[in-house]
């Protein structure tokens, strides 16, 4: 071995040594002293409770759903359901940031916990770098309790537990729910961000979620339990460190919040909201409709171990919904990255003569251009087979976010996560139609049997034109290509649109990696 050899040789055992002595020194206490709390039961004499009261008794083995696709009624609605709770709240999501939306979801969840309000809130670790101090001011509230579900033990330098320990943080927690009063509950797609409620100059997802009232709401709560009291599901005090005076980050956090509050009063975005909330409290609460449903979820386990060793997959009743089409199946998914195995999947329902349709990003519109690159490949076998596919376009008008901070429309892109089978079962939830969904991270959702609350998706999709959507096609040759309206002209593209050559050139190169069972 020459000299310049054996020098880089040294350099990279120096590099591993010290990236082991780092990531020895910080690992997460799984075993941290916690209490096991539950959802409340006894809030029947509740506002909510009161609300709702022997509705359900209406429709035996039923629920009363609300779908919910304007991203600033699904604001007002949180923001409503956390004024109006008097005994609990019990939050879980995959991220939140510190942005308009984040900070106004906090201040409600804040002052709800000073009304006397048990607050949980179980937030996976994904993107809390840097919120250690906040989460840790929220959790000195005695009414307040936060976990974190699967902690990166690196609370800076994240990247050397994905060194050491990827097969543990690679699985996260995808979930998406929002339950007030054990009473009324609300799942779907989005996170806590500007950009999933219509509050983003910048990109503007469209999404979907559905407020539910009935037996689901102990089911969703039943699940959180299973969450918060898993041994993933780690407190605050067990890896950040506790504010030596509570009372006075307790106190600096709010002034912030409130900073945040006087920045927005007065725009067009809060105005929006404010009226949106008092709409909803005049609105006749009879807006539910009730059907027969299936809350589907993965365990825990999932975020330890492979799919195969988990008590309950949120796949197995996804499959049977869409295996048992006979007519007709709408995707809408975000991100889709189906294996071979899927492909053939859709390509056998095809043959049996159900007309499957799909709804996806465009590259223009799809936030997470590694993951159009995994999807790219699968176009031409799924034209082949008949199966249509549809790309939202990057300058799409998405539903709920007209109004943003400062007027600017912003980027489109889809982010519902939702099919329909035979005109008459719904799917609303977290799972994308991709391997991180199936196989890595754990999901949720709901399967409802109602033609009538179908209809609306199945009409959404109907009205896509050319002018919001990219159909893909083959031409004669079996060759890609793009067709929609621009300028109230029919324009045909060979190449992804609206994207410059380096867009395309990233992702396709990203189909040449082996990382497609990541996406």
Not at 85 to 102: K, M
Not at 457 to 466: I, K, M, Q, S, T
């Amino acid at each position: 071995m020459g000299k310049t050899s054996m020098t880089s040789f040294l350099r990279q055992l120096c590099l591993i040594g010290v990236i082991a002595t780092l990531s020895g020194c910080a690992s997460v206490d799984f075993d941290a002293p916690k209490t096991a709390t539950y959802a409340l039961t006894d809030t029947d004499d509740t506002f909510l409770g009161k609300l709702i009261e022997g509705r359900a008794e209406e429709h035996p083995g039923e629920a009363g759903f609300f779908p919910v696709s304007d991203g600033i009624d699904a604001l007002a609605l949180r923001l409503l359901m956390a004024e109006r709770a008097e005994r609990t709240i019990d939050a879980q999501y995959y991220l939140i940031t510190n942005d308009v939306v984040g900070f106004a979801f906090f201040d409600f969840l804040l002052r709800a916990a000073d009304r006397g309000v048990r607050v949980r809130l179980l937030l996976d670790d994904i993107q809390t770098k840097g919120y250690d101090a906040g989460m840790a001011a929220l959790d000195s509230h005695p009414n307040f309790e936060v976990r974190i579900f699967n902690p990166f033990a690196q609370r800076s330098a994240r990247f050397l537990d994905g060194v050491t320990s990827f097969s543990r943080v690679n699985r996260r927690m995808h979930n998406k729910s929002f339950t007030a009063d054990n009473q009324i509950t609300l799942i779907g797609g989005r996170n806590i961000a500007d950009e999933y409620f219509g509050a983003s100059a910048d990109v503007r997802f469209g999404d979907l979620d559905v407020l539910g009232i009935g037996p689901i709401v102990g089911e969703v709560s039943d699940m959180f339990d299973l969450y918060w009291n898993y041994v993933a599901a780690v407190p605050i005090p067990a890896f950040a460190k506790m504010p030596e005076d509570p009372a006075a980050a307790l106190l600096a956090l709010r002034e912030r919040i409130e900073q945040n509050r006087q920045e927005i009063l007065g725009t067009p975005y809060a105005a929006a909201v404010e009226k949106r909330v008092r709409d909803y409290i005049r609105e006749d609460e009879n807006s539910f409709t009730w059907a027969p449903y299936v809350l589907a979820y993965d365990s825990p386990d999932k975020s330890q171990k492979k799919l195969a060793d988990t008590a309950a997959s949120i796949r197995t009743p996804l499959i049977e919904s869409l295996s048992g089409a006979q007519k007709e199946v709408l995707i809408v998914s975000p991100y889709f990255v189906p294996r071979k195995t899927g492909i053939e999947a859709f390509v056998e329902v095809q043959k049996r003569g159900v007309d499957i349709t799909i709804v996806t990003n465009s590259l223009a519109a799809n936030n997470h251009t590694t993951v159009h690159g995994g999807y790219a490949h699968s176009r031409k076998p799924l034209l082949k087979e008949g199966i249509r596919i549809y790309e939202v376009r990057g300058d799409a008008a998405v539903s709920g976010s007209e109004i943003t901070s400062d007027g600017d429309s912003g980027r489109a892109t889809l982010h519902t996560k939702a099919f329909a089978v035979d005109r008459r079962q719904l799917f609303i939830g977290s799972f994308n139609f991709d391997p991180r969904s199936a196989y890595i991270n754990t999901e949720l959702g709901v399967i409802i049997d109602s033609p009538e609350l179908t209809a609306p998706l199945v009409a959404r999709l109907d009205e896509l034109g050319p002018t919001q959507a990219y159909e893909v096609v083959l031409n004669e040759k079996g060759q890609l290509r793009w067709r929609g309206i621009e300028n109230g002209q029919e324009v045909i593209y060979d190449k992804e649109p609206q994207t410059s050559w380096w867009t395309r050139f990233v992702a396709s190169f990203m189909t040449i990696l082996p990382i497609k069972g990541q996406l």
